[in-house]
């Protein structure tokens, strides 16, 4: 059976399971957690709410406007995971609901074809990523962008999208593709690294400071050419058979190399990645690699701190707040170890923020689809931010530090917002400067 005849057949399970649904009791217990709850204090836009609904379609109500509404509100942050008692699994339900939207219902067309471009054509080819990201270096270096910024040149919703819209680093991160780097000193472990799709324009500098940090490690670190997307958005906006072809890709460009392991340093990137097994589970060719893939995945800094990374040896004075991703917190239950790589830091404080791992509005692409939403949610955490009076915000994922970013434009206090890795990288690059400590 052809793949696409495969994945068609699937449509009838992607769907909310009702074992899934039956753990939920009811109890309440997760609404305190749910950002979209907190904000409207709707019972529907609360994950008891949503699961509610996805009960009452599971059992033949018809998918109606204001299911799909309150399915697509939800940040799909899994905070309501966390808080749970009873073991509901949040994220697969709410993936699963929307998937089963994105099989049954036709979507008005403006919507269908910007999500046809965004996750068809845009995100899964490296050319058109690279064609992409040449036009907005492009619109950035001509000044444009620039001009867009004044008031009044733009529409307000539009100057809106354009502040959240990624800046472009050059040269991307695609050079290093099919490349492998040498440990520094002795190799003591045999990772690839995976560059990420948007990453790769816009946080190509990241994506190096990762693979140096590795290196210093005792990393040999490989960046197999034929990787791509990993396809989490396409999870989030339940677009599952496109995700699929996106995991064999992958599983194919990197189950054969032999790797310790493989590394992402984005955290929801790595929640999807860790659930390939799962996306894949009832492909018979693919489930047994895909169980052995999601194996293999680590976040960088989950890595790092198995393999006992070297602390700096000199002292960088910083004052850092930390704001957890929530697919690294919720989804992949990793805390302490970006805490664990910062406090190893000589001469870094942590300063913690009150609800850190409380979504920031990113979420994907939620930002720009829910923008009200999302920019209250950010105003809240910058509340929290500012609170602390740190001058820097750490996280540990590129979509959380894009939407904190333009957090501090807009409600912060001219914060500097760095993943933890980056901040380690400097740190380890002091000891190599000559500058005194
Ligand atoms: S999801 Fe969990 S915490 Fe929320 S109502 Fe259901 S059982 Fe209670
Ligand atoms: S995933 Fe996040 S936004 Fe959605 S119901 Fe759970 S806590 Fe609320």
């Known amino acids: 059976m052809a793949a ?7 449509h009838s399970i992607d769907k909310p399971q009702q074992s899934d649904l039956d753990r939920c009791v009811h109890c309440g217990l997760c609404l305190n957690a749910c950002p979209t709850y907190r904000e409207l204090r709707v019972e529907m836009d609360s994950p008891r709410g949503r699961i ?12 109606s406007e204001s299911y799909i509404e309150h399915i697509d509100l939800c940040l799909a942050c899994r905070g309501c995971e966390t808080a749970c008692p009873s073991g509901v699994e949040y994220g697969r339900l709410v993936e699963a609901a929307r998937a089963e939207i994105e099989n049954k219902i036709q979507r008005p067309w403006r919507p269908r074809v910007l999500r046809w471009m965004v996750f068809q054509k845009l995100l899964p080819s490296r050319r058109n990523l690279e064609i992409a990201g040449g036009l907005l270096n492009l619109y950035e270096a001509s000044g444009l962008k620039r001009l867009a910024a004044l ?8 100057r809106e999208l354009d502040s959240l819209a990624p800046p472009i680093e050059t040269p991307f991160f695609f050079g290093y593709y099919g490349k492998t780097l040498p440990a520094e000193r002795e190799r003591r472990h045999r990772v690839a690294f995976l560059g990420g799709c948007i990453a790769n324009l816009s946080f190509a500098r990241l994506n190096e400071a990762t693979v140096r940090v590795l290196q ?4 040999e670190v490989s960046i197999p050419a034929d990787q791509g997307c990993c396809g989490a958005l396409h999870v989030h906006a339940g677009i599952r058979d496109e995700a699929r072809k996106l995991a064999r890709r992958n599983i194919d460009a990197l189950l054969e190399g032999g790797f310790d392991a493989i590394l992402t340093n984005a955290g929801g990137c790595g929640s999807t990645l860790k659930e390939y097994w799962e ?15 999601s194996r293999l ?3 960088v800094n989950e890595f790092l701190v198995s393999i006992d ?4 040896m000199r002292v960088l004075p910083l004052t850092v707040t930390y704001q957890d991703s929530c697919h690294l917190a919720h989804g992949q239950k990793i805390r302490s170890a970006p805490r664990k790589l910062l406090s190893s830091i000589p001469g870094l404080e942590l300063r913690e923020m009150p609800l850190s791992d409380l979504c920031c509005g990113s979420a994907g692409i939620y930002n720009v689809v829910h923008t009200g939403m999302a920019m209250s949610l950010l105003k809240k955490k910058m509340d929290s931010v500012n609170a602390t ?4 915000i750490a996280a540990s994922n590129p979509g959380c530090m894009l939407q904190l970013r333009a957090g501090v434009k807009k409600f912060g206090h001219g914060q500097r917002v760095a993943h933890v890795i980056e901040i380690l990288d400097e740190a380890y690059r002091r000891e190599k400067s000559k500058e005194p400590a």
């Open 4 to 10: 696409s005849d495969f994945d068609l057949a699937l």
């Open 52 to 63: 509610y609904q996805m009960v009452q379609v599971s059992a033949g109500a018809p998918i």
């Open 151 to 158: 008031p009044g040149f733009l529409p307000s919703r539009l």
């Open 216 to 219: 210093k490690n005792g990393c």
């Open 279 to 293: 996306l894949l589970e009832h492909d018979p060719e693919y489930a047994e690699k895909a169980r052995h893939f």
């Open 297 to 299: 995945i680590k976040d």
């Open 309 to 312: 990374a070297a602390p700096p």
């Open 389 to 392: 009076g740190a001058p820097v």
